[in-house]
């Protein structure tokens, strides 16, 4: 399955919810209203954008619609897609071009480090890149054990120890083997911590430190974990996680459901932090690389 | 701490209407306007929000509101009111009625905390006399069983599973039969984390529902969950028939609005709340507590109820004796030290004081457990005689002690300090106005 069908295959539910109700919208007023601007206000919030972004849109929209003199609804549709398109940063690839790249996956609990650890692997295997899972998600039961599965899945090393070991010594080991055995790229799942809880962030900036100091300029990429149906408290996450450990991507998963991800507007108003990948679904080959111009076309295309 | 930055915003809303002796009708649309935005930001659900603010209006732009002596406080009342009404009127405990057996099904998405929250309600259940089973039907997700064995483990309570079986019918029909063979009265089922959208899994939950015949019907939900939380909710109702709510990860400082839109959505009760990762951070859902939370009067129930179960009543009653006769040392301080480590994070308790929810610079301020422990590491390097008698602490002890307890002497001596200083406060306290000692009564 080619990538843009596959992503499009993930993104419908989002798209079928949010451009279908767009859609509706622009159909049902032929001129533009006030009634409108009130359609997309709830359109935008109920995707998750900020009320106060959302705001700012549609304020940008009416300045717009004004100083270029539009009067369709379809050109303004176009206009609102454009704003929100350029809302968010350009895709960028990951940073694997090192002799030996490390990846550190964050993010609050149940969100889907574990998970896209094992399928990024299997993407970078696929690629011909020899990967190695690291276990540092100590605390929670039986996290090694599935991580374990993942390795299997994506046929990839993997490193663990025992539950309630310190995270940093199963890094450090995970160094030296994947030193020994000539990996490419560590992908290290970390535990799942609410980033208001001090110390596990302390934790976290600990094993952050720890990378740094075995590996020259590692994390390479440090990937904040974000579940789409994350309302507003998604924008709390990236600050603790970005001061933390200073993010250079994001994955968002399970956008295969209705959620429609929408806090990524906000994360990137206020961190400008690209989202990398994608998760659409439960499957290793369930992750596919975020694209912003098939993520915006995608999120409409059923309009036109 | 959820709602803490909700109930920021309504203070500051109703700081102005408080100020006015007397509302127009357009003050009371303007506080609104912000009580939106504020619920919009909570993550409730647009049109919640909508009609909340419609019955909200309804009720203060009555003429009652308008001419009362304190509109303000009428406004905040009907707020107030209002919420609690939509959060549900009054806690709703877990209802085992059915033909023993009982059993209680936890449902929901990917990672919610289902089996988290299974093993702290077998835990809850067993604390109230029950002999629960942990029943093992995620049979998608990797090392799911082995995780539910584990907390099953670490809190003595039988975990049933059957290895490699993928039909949780037949692994529910077997666990039932177990059950009654093993006197286990209630059967926590565990399920794999699911979309809503799909319709096999769903069919799957359906069956499985249709042969438990469940006491309870649970919806496990992430405290974090923004607007699709009434989508995810509403799917699960029509299809399974929820009988209650878990609210998890309630610990984070999410302001929790997706707590009132499900509740407005599915009409079932939110019946617990999970407060953390250890297994006994499950607690009562209060919606009148919740309410207040969220509009900044302090969670002073819920911090109370904590203190009295925590704390040794007897010991408490000594230990103000002592203060009283200025007769606090190191060994008092100990004690307290002990029982506030009882209690939880300190963060926590802070948020639970009326005021503190708001002071922005109590918020900044984060209490280090692991200063606690120095302190706790000092004085229990000291000897009797040193913890009745600090004056006697010379250099030469003062520096066995911060080997002994890993510190430094700077920081023996710090503790000092602030030792004599909370002596002298104490002090003040005792001798203080006549009408004050009475009134003085040790925090806890």
């Known amino acids: 399955m080619s990538l843009i069908k596959k992503m499009k295959e993930g993104l419908s539910k989002t798209r079928n919810s949010l451009s279908q109700k767009l859609f509706d919208t622009f159909i049902k007023y032929k001129y533009i209203s006030e009634e409108l601007y009130e359609d997309l206000e709830e359109t935008l919030i109920t995707a998750d954008i900020s009320a106060e972004l959302a705001f700012e849109f549609l304020d940008q929209l009416r300045d717009n619609a004004a100083n270029k003199k539009i009067e369709e609804v379809s050109l303004l549709y176009d206009e609102l897609k454009d704003i929100l398109a350029n809302a968010i940063p350009r895709e960028e690839k990951i940073n694997i071009a090192n002799e030996l790249n490390v990846i550190l996956l964050v993010g609050v609990n149940g969100v889907g480090k574990t998970t896209s650890a094992?399928?990024?692997?299997?993407?970078?295997?696929?690629?011909?890149?020899?990967?190695?899972?690291?276990?540092?998600?100590?605390?929670?039961?039986?996290?090694?054990?599935?991580?374990?599965?993942?390795?299997?899945?994506s046929n990839s090393l993997i490193v663990k120890h025992e539950t309630g070991s310190d995270p940093a010594a199963v890094i450090f080991d995970a160094i030296h083997s994947a030193r020994a055995r000539n990996v490419d790229v560590l992908i290290v799942d970390t535990a799942g911590r609410l980033h208001n809880k001090k110390n596990l962030m302390n934790e976290l900036a600990k094993i952050n430190r720890v990378l740094g100091r075995e590996i020259e300029g590692a994390p390479h990429e440090t990937l904040l974990v974000l579940d789409a149906t994350t309302g507003q408290n998604g924008l709390y996450q990236a600050e603790a996680f970005n001061e933390a450990t200073q993010l250079s991507g994001m994955i968002l998963t399970k956008m295969d459901g209705t959620a429609k991800g929408?806090?990524?507007f906000n994360i990137s108003k206020e961190f400008g932090v690209p989202v990398k990948y994608i998760g659409v679904g439960e499957k290793v080959e369930d992750l596919i690389p975020f694209e912003r111009n098939e993520f915006i076309r995608a999120l409409f295309e059923d309009v036109k | 701490m959820a709602f803490e930055g909700l109930s920021e915003k309504l203070q500051d809303t109703f700081k102005k209407l408080r100020g006015k002796g007397k509302l127009s009708e357009k003050d009371v649309k303007d506080a609104l306007r912000e009580v939106r935005m504020a619920l919009l930001q909570a993550d409730v659900n647009f049109k919640v929000v909508k009609d909340f603010i419609k019955a909200v209006e309804k009720e203060a732009v009555g003429e009652s509101v308008l001419k009362s002596i304190t509109p303000g406080q009428q406004v905040i009342k009907i707020v107030n009111d209002e919420l609690i009404k939509l959060l549900g009127g009054s806690a709703v405990k877990l209802e085992l009625t059915k033909a023993k057996p009982h059993s209680i099904l936890l449902a929901g998405l990917q990672g919610a905390g289902k089996t988290t929250h299974a093993g702290k309600i077998a835990l809850h259940l067993r604390k109230n006399g029950r002999n629960p089973l942990l029943v093992a039907c995620d049979v998608y997700r990797p090392a799911a069983i082995d995780q539910l064995?584990?907390?099953?483990?670490?809190?003595?309570?039988?975990?049933?599973?059957?290895?490699?079986e993928k039909d949780v019918v037949k692994i529910a029909k077997e666990a039932k039969d177990y059950a009654i063979n093993q006197a286990n009265d209630v059967l926590i089922v565990d399920t794999a984390g699911r979309l809503h959208v799909d319709s096999t899994l769903m069919e799957e939950l359906k069956s499985l529902k249709n042969h438990l015949d469940p006491d309870e019907i649970l919806l496990v939900v992430d405290a974090m969950t923004g607007q699709d939380a009434v989508n995810v909710a509403q799917t699960f109702n029509k299809d399974i028939d929820v009988t209650g709510i878990v609210m998890t990860k309630m610990d984070g400082d999410t302001r929790g609005g997706a707590a009132l839109s499900i509740r407005a959505v599915t009409g079932s009760p939110i019946k617990f709340i999970g407060t953390g990762e250890k297994l006994n951070a499950l607690e009562a859902f209060y919606p009148d507590r919740m309410s207040s939370r969220i509009l900044g009067m302090g969670d002073v129930l819920t911090l109370i109820e904590k203190a009295q179960?925590?704390?040794d009543q007897d010991k408490m009653q000594k230990l103000e004796e002592r203060i009283k006769k200025d007769k606090f040392t190191f060994n008092d301080f100990l004690l307290q030290l002990e029982q506030m480590k009882d209690m939880g994070p300190l963060e926590d308790l802070l948020g639970m004081i009326p005021g503190m929810g708001n002071n922005k610079q109590l918020k900044n301020l984060q209490v280090d457990e692991n200063e606690l422990k120095s302190i706790e590491a000092i004085v229990l390097s000291m000897t009797h005689q040193e913890r009745e008698n600090p004056e006697i602490l010379n250099s030469s002890r003062k520096k066995r002690i911060a080997q002994g307890s890993g510190t430094s002497v700077q920081m023996v001596n710090r503790l000092l300090k602030q030792f004599s200083q909370t002596r002298k406060m104490l002090k003040q306290f005792n001798t203080g106005g006549k009408g004050k000692k009475s009134k003085f009564k040790f925090p806890f």
């Open chain 2, 309 to 311: 179960t925590s704390f």
């Open chain 1, 118 to 153: 094992g399928k990024i692997a299997k993407m970078l295997n696929d690629d011909g890149k020899k990967t190695m899972l690291v276990a540092a998600d100590t605390f929670r039961a039986a996290a090694a054990e599935q991580l374990t599965v993942w390795a299997q899945r």
């Open chain 2, 149 to 164: 064995k584990i907390l099953g483990e670490q809190i003595d309570i039988d975990v049933f599973s059957i290895d490699g």
């Open chain 1, 262 to 264: 929408g806090i990524i």
